[in-house]
């Protein structure tokens, strides 16, 4: 039945899964990384930078999602949705490589703010895409397949984090998450040419086009 998915879903879906198994190698010991590298062992002010980058993630991410989808609406085609995807997940691969050199608490804060940015350009417009996109009569089917394939791809980087971590050092494993980013904002590429220009009307709903899913749900 993977066959019969629309190619954009599929490079969509292959973005999402890059992004987030990425990700998925350094959020179970996001704190640890702290406490050995900004904080110096202190557990406790580890775990309050931590709960200061999850905030500074949500309250970012809330601020600037819902204009930059306003933004988005306004613009006929998907070229303008494409490139928030692209843009985005650059600035999340920045915030991975920005960990490496941090050594100061405003550092996190600081790549924590990029990232979060990053995800409020990528979650509208790879939203905006994929509902144009997905295949009618499969809506359930093509959700529940991006959950599954992200699902697999988040509980194999969550296991082998630590492990790469204890083994090779953080600044390795930052450079794979910045890998698999880097990927992620590159495979939308693929389907540049199947989606319609800024200068074209497109539907916007799935029916109408009579053709053909911080934490793991989009947002």
Not at 2 to 8: E, N
Not at 33 to 59: H, K, L, N, S
Not at 184 to 200: G, T
């Amino acid at each position: 039945m993977l066959k019969s998915i629309d190619k954009v879903i599929k490079v969509m879906i292959a973005s999402d899964v890059a992004l987030l198994t990425g990700f998925g190698f350094i959020t179970p010991i996001f704190a640890i990384f702290i406490a050995q590298r900004i904080t110096a062992g202190d557990t406790i002010e580890a775990t309050e930078i931590a709960g200061f980058t999850m905030g500074i993630y949500w309250g970012v991410k809330s601020i600037f999602q819902i204009p930059f989808g306003q933004y988005l609406d306004k613009i006929r085609g998907e070229r303008d949705d494409l490139w928030f995807v692209v843009i985005g997940n650059f600035l999340a691969t920045l915030a991975v490589l920005g960990y490496i050199f941090s050594y100061l608490p405003w550092h996190i804060y600081l790549c924590q703010g990029v990232y979060s940015l990053g995800m409020a350009m990528n979650i509208p417009g790879w939203c905006a895409i994929f509902t144009r996109h997905i295949d009618r009569g499969k809506e359930a089917f093509e959700w529940s397949t991006r959950s599954t394939v992200i699902g697999i791809g988040a509980a194999t980087s969550g296991a082998l984090g630590g492990v790469i971590a204890v083994k090779f050092g953080f600044d390795v494993l930052f450079m794979g998450v910045a890998f698999f980013a880097l990927a992620s904002a590159f495979l939308p590429f693929l389907i540049y040419k199947d989606i319609a220009p800024k200068d074209n009307s497109i539907p916007r709903t799935p029916e109408a086009k009579g053709l053909q899913e911080p934490y793991l749900p989009k947002g």
